[in-house]
């Protein structure tokens, strides 16, 4: 019931970037050569908006399905916050991990999945939040903890996710559900309605699933932007259910 992807989206609601990877690394790219900051957890997440290879950024989007393409090549991420920034860039080098991460894309025309968020925003206080009214955008299946029962992880949201066309029951959403043993958990990674965002725009997204480390141990990455800050979140499920921040990297408040 899965297959093998690495699914990365950009900063804007466009096809997936699919590309087989063994290293995230988080650093600044000059033109001419690449720096990397060293952290605890190598790979980490920053928003994309242009896409290249060997750091030559480009507006055209690339797929390399997993196993192809020129081995060995890097592909950076440059998101441009504006001048004056020294920006950072994720930089993903094509190879191999140690355990392949395998997951499957459920599209987006999920009733069944539609109402989970609906009921899931009704929870959170949003009154009358319907599954007609649910745009779903990212919905895998995926083990992420190597137990045997697969997780979901689903992005979404109700109406506009910018401030001109907002409403209070306007939503973003990105939650993960798992199965420990027989007891059902909720996670919630992701959750703003449109009358806490009333300066700004908001949206989330899942940028990755992958073995980040090549340890043997799924990693997922997302990424939420808010008015006054934007960022992304690598996570680890352990096989006890507890889900772990394994690094946060943004700008802002």
Known sequence: MISTLLALMTLDPKPPIVVGVDHMGFGHYDGKSWKEIPLKLKGTAVPMERVGLDGITSSKQISLEEGEGPSGKNIYFDYDMGAGYDEPVLRVTEGYAKRRTKIEDLGTKSATYKGFVADFARSKGVKGAKASDVILTKVIRTDLNGDGNPEVIVV??????????????????????????????????????????????????????????????????????????????????????????????????
Do not use: C
């Open 156 to 253: 979404a949201h109700k109406g506009s996710q910018v401030l001109e066309g907002a409403k209070k029951s306007d939503f973003g959403a990105t939650i993960l559900r798992t199965q420990i043993g027989k007891t059902v958990k909720t996670y919630e990674l992701f959750f703003q309605t449109g009358y806490q965002m009333q300066h700004g725009p908001f949206k989330n997204y899942l940028l990755a699933v992958a073995d980040l480390e090549g340890d043997g141990q799924t990693e997922f990455v997302t990424y939420d932007a808010e008015p006054w800050s934007a960022g992304g979140v690598i996570w680890r499920l352990t096989k006890a259910g507890k889900l772990v921040k394994v690094h946060e990297h943004g700008e802002g408040e």
